[in-house]
């Protein structure tokens, strides 16, 4: 696994929660089709700038972009 790798990961994550409000991780996993490890790879990459709000709804982590 490569910086450029995560990257477009991370591109898939952001692209995927663009316009929408959230999403839980099992959506995001459906929508991007990223296998668990790349999907916390990617928001590790948009978390670390500061691109991606993590929170917790009837037991499940969900997702949604800081803009």
Same mark, same amino acid.
């Given at each position: 696994m490569n910086v450029? @790798?995560?990257g477009s990961?991370? *591109?898939l994550v952001w692209n995927a929660l663009?316009? @929408?409000e959230s999403m839980n991780f099992k959506q995001l996993k459906k929508v991007t089709? =990223?296998?668990e490890k790349? =999907?916390?790879a990617a928001f590790g990459w948009l978390g670390r700038e500061g691109k991606l709000n993590f929170a917790e709804a009837e *037991?499940?982590?969900v997702l949604s972009l800081n803009k």
């Open positions: 450029e @790798v995560m990961w991370a *591109g663009d316009g @929408v089709k =990223l296998k790349e =999907l916390y *037991g499940e982590l």
